[in-house]
């Protein structure tokens, strides 16, 4: 202990400093209350009652804002409870208070080492700022999304624990919010809320629990008594009984009633496609007829004239082309069709977004070739691309995913990302860097290298040259490929553009065969550049491409 | 009966990290000491 006038080591036994001489008994008497509160602090940190050690901490620092010990184990406390920030601000004012050895300035560096740890922290601590506003604004369900992400990562914060159980009691998940605030005991034993909220719910429960867990007094105890009877097994047979016809006759409505309407349904629109296809074929069958009586009389009047034949055998070719347009019409349709479904599905799954899925799948669809029904879904599904809060929840989710090194997964989640945001340079940089995490070094390469050719006024443009020439020991990155212009690539997707070749709702025909002359040449050009990624590496690659 | 708007008052934002090692001075905070120190000043003066 020292004197708080001249810093002169006291005598413990002496009430005044022997260099100055002042009186100390005062000051000795609040230095030892507050040891007091540290010992108290101490012990309940021991046995994970961060709550209770944090608050006698405080009190010891009150006593005596110098207890160099105290407020290390502060500092250490707020840092186990998820606020790293606090448990900083801790440490640096220990540090600014006592010079020289101090245990705060090694727990300092060390988190100022990991780097990552801290950038993960600090995002948590984002998020649930991010989630408690929500939750003022009456965003209650983001909110609850935001601190479900916030727990899984940083499994230590209690206040994410306490406001996620908040979030649930007030939506009646009584039963989540008990997890939770289990979770969040398992980390600090007394804390305060958790507690009274469990509380709480144990008083809401209360009627069923003392039906269920039998901690009753004598009166209730005698309503609980189950009256003694005898096993009545017609009761149960006659409920079996009961079940099985119910059953029966479920199945007997289904089959009489749902499944013909269907099968009627399905033989309907097979008939209607028949009809269109003996339309097809009728008229391809008048074409050849009407070839034949012209062959027939071409041949009549070429016993003289041998170069009619040539006329007769060059137009035979052109009648599969006339097929091709509707051939290839029905299976666009098909595929299309297919690919809307699978990118709703992709986009509505239950257990969250696959956003990798839908995103190929979604620009793989060609908005021309769209029945009525398809078109509607795929203007929804661009609306759904376009949308900020959709880009916003994608990028977290890439983000996440880097920060606790699923890289694999960052990788085609940025990727996706830069599908729906191509002017984004950003968002294949850290696909690059992701690939590279994930030792996918030709897909990192890839990236790299199209940061060089189409972001070449980014920050990292340089960082990326000397990635991309690292990963391939190349001496300079190639160029675009010819004729290949790099605005293109960069040019921000709307809802305008994806919606430009799509037929309107009302226009959009129902069968391709009511117009089977349709030529290639006669079907609109999309504007928008579909380069479509054949595979979630993206399809942009330079002329030799680079082999690690 | 839990009231979601009152404990929700209770909840204040966190401090990021970016803030925690802003200009933190430990002077600005006043313990027991510096009042007792405070008061024998005082006492002196009278």
């Known amino acids: 202990m020292n004197c708080y006038r001249c810093n002169a080591v006291l005598d413990l036994k002496k009430e005044t400093c022997t260099k100055c001489g002042t009186d100390v008994r005062f000051f000795k008497k609040i230095v030892y209350a507050s040891n007091r509160y540290y010992n108290e602090g101490l012990v309940k940190a021991q046995a994970r009652d961060l709550s209770g050690a944090r608050d ?22 707020y840092y186990a409870m998820g606020e790293s920030a606090e448990g900083l601000r801790q440490w640096t004012l220990s540090k600014n208070l006592t010079k020289g050895q101090n245990i705060a300035e090694r727990f300092i560096n060390t988190m100022h080492r990991n780097m990552r740890d801290m950038d993960s922290e600090a995002h948590g601590i984002r998020k649930y700022n991010q989630a408690l506003g929500y939750a003022r604004n009456n965003a209650k369900d983001l909110a609850a999304i935001q601190l479900k992400k916030v727990v899984s990562v940083h499994s230590n914060m209690t206040k994410a624990y306490e406001l996620l159980a908040l979030l ?8 989540q919010a008990r997890k939770v605030l289990n979770r969040c005991l398992e980390v600090d034993r007394g804390n305060v809320s958790a507690l009274h909220y469990l509380n709480e719910l144990d008083a809401m429960e209360g009627h069923a629990g003392i039906r269920s867990a039998g901690v009753v007094g004598d009166e209730e105890r005698e309503k609980l008594i189950i009256p003694v009877r005898f096993r009545d097994y017609g ?53 050849i007829a009407k070839r034949d009586l012209e062959k027939e009389n071409a041949e009549r009047e070429s016993h003289a004239a041998e170069e009619t034949q040539p006329t007769v055998q060059e137009e035979e070719p052109e009648e599969p082309k006339q097929r091709v347009p509707v051939i290839e019409k029905l299976t666009n349709w098909d595929q299309n069709h297919a690919a809307v479904t699978k990118a709703i599905t992709a986009l509505y799954e239950p257990e969250g977004a696959d956003y990798v899925t839908f995103t190929e799948t979604f620009f793989s669809i060609s908005g ?50 830069s599908l729906i945001r191509p002017e984004d340079g950003m968002l ?40 991309y020439l690292y990963l391939t020991q190349e001496t300079e990155v190639p160029p675009l490929p010819e004729g290949e212009d790099p605005a293109s690539y960069r040019q921000p997707v709307t809802f305008e553009m994806l919606t430009a070749g799509l037929p309107a709702p009302e226009d959009a025909a129902e069968d391709p065969s009511e117009n089977p002359e349709i030529s290639p040449e006669e079907m609109p050009v999309p504007e928008y550049p579909a380069v479509q990624p054949e595979s979630p590496e993206g399809a942009v690659q330079p002329e030799n491409a680079p082999a690690v | 009966m839990i009231d979601f708007e009152e ?40």
């Open chain 1, 368 to 417: 021309e070739d769209l029945g009525k029904g398809d078109a509607g879904h795929y203007r929804d599904l661009c609306m759904a691309v376009t949308d900020a809060g959709v880009f916003t929840d994608l990028y977290m989710h890439a983000q996440d995913a880097l920060i606790r090194g699923d890289y694999r997964q960052a990788a085609g989640l940025f990727d996706a990302a």
């Open chain 1, 56 to 77: 006698a901490l405080k009190i010891s620092l009150n006593l005596y804002k110098r207890n160099t010990d105290a407020r290390n184990l502060l500092g250490l406390v």
């Open chain 2, 7 to 46: 404990e929700l008052k209770k909840f204040k934002p966190s401090l990021e990290i970016g803030e925690a090692e802003d200009a933190v001075n430990a002077d600005d905070e006043q313990d027991m000491v510096d009042l007792m120190i405070e008061l024998m000043q005082q006492r002196k003066n009278l």
């Open chain 1, 428 to 467: 294949r940089y850290n696909a690059a860097v992701a690939y590279e995490g994930a030792e996918d070094y030709e897909n990192a390469a890839n990236r790299f290298w199209q940061i060089c050719v189409l972001f070449p006024e980014m920050e990292q443009a340089e960082d990326a040259k000397n990635h």
């Open chain 1, 168 to 175: 649930y009691m007030d939506d009646e998940k009584y039963e």
């Open chain 1, 235 to 287: 009761t149960y047979l006659a409920n079996a009984l009961y079940i099985f016809l119910g059953l029966f006759l479920g199945l007997a409505i289904a089959w009489f009633v749902v499944v013909p309407g269907r099968v009627e349904k399905e033989l309907g629109s097979i008939a209607e496609r028949e009809r269109s296809y003996e339309s097809v074929i009728s008229s391809l069958q008048e074409e």
